[in-house]
């Protein structure tokens, strides 16, 4: 086996590379003036080819992932296994409106058509229950890091309470209250827009209570945003947060700690500066799976 590694998803990919004891190449991409891409691989391939990279980002990403896979094809694989620890263009299953492009269908029937196996984290998935449904292959592998979380929180935090911002998130919360012993609750959320929602806290008494929110993504920042001021309100004694995937669109970040949040923790699902819970075991654990 070998691992091809893109530039922006280097330290991670080395980090699982070095768990599976299998070596690496660089994936070398150069953007032109006018924004295409070229994409170099090695001359020569094995059989069994693994492609690391997080989909964050993705338009460009994907028109590489594109060439990268074929190209491999050609160079000799046989076996082309996709790890996108952040998988995009998973949440609209559905045409919401007539003539609106259903993302998620034809991006797993690209997917499909190029990989023989795609690992992913958490999944954004909403009307579907299994990844297959959307990545018509065998080895559609959806992977979570609640485990990973809950062991970060253990060895951080003698107690806190685990809270979901809306009903999506309970799965997550409850998995991971569950395995230490942390109580839970869920919060309800009503988006109105890209920016605009509306939180409301279920029938719990926060006062004096340190509170760790725990969500899938945080995309813009407002659901942990909103959620981080009820709490203040409700007199929470401090308020940190835990997210899977931290996409952190414009100004995000700032606008979650302003609001309140101490400390923010992030899967290094995606490279960011809030990523320190380390998803490589979980991943090469789905990788020897599949051997």
Known sequence: MLMLIFPDYQLQAERLAARLAIPTENVHIHHFPDGES????????????????????????????LFCA????????????????????????????????????????????????????????????SLDQAIPIKNAISLTAANEIAKFLQKKLDYAL?????????????????????DFAVATKIRRGDKQVEVSLPDFDFSNQPVVIIDDMASTGRTLSKATELLLEAGAQ???????HPLFC??????ILQ????????TDSISHSTACIYLDNLLAGAVWDIL
């Open 238 to 244: 401090k308020i940190d947060a835990v997210i899977t």
């Open 162 to 182: 685990l809270l979901g911002p809306d009903s999506e998130s309970e799965q997550w919360v409850s998995a991971i209250a569950n395995k230490i012993g942390f």
């Open 70 to 129: 074929r190209t491999a094809r050609q160079l000799g694989a046989k076996r082309l296994t996709l790890i996108a620890p952040y998988l995009s263009y998973m949440r609209q299953d559905i045409a919401n409106q007539p003539g609106e492009a259903v993302s998620q269908r034809i991006m797993g029937q690209m997917l499909a058509e190029l990989f023989d196996d795609v690992i992913t984290v958490d999944p954004h998935l909403h009307r579907i229950t």
């Open 38 to 65: 070229l994409v170099r691989l090695p001359p020569s391939l094995p059989e069994h080819v693994l492609i690391c990279r997080s989909l964050n980002q993705p338009n460009d990403k994907l028109i590489e992932l």
């Open 250 to 255: 414009g100004d995000a970040e700032a606008h």
């Open 259 to 266: 609001a309140g949040v101490k400390n923010i923790w992030s």
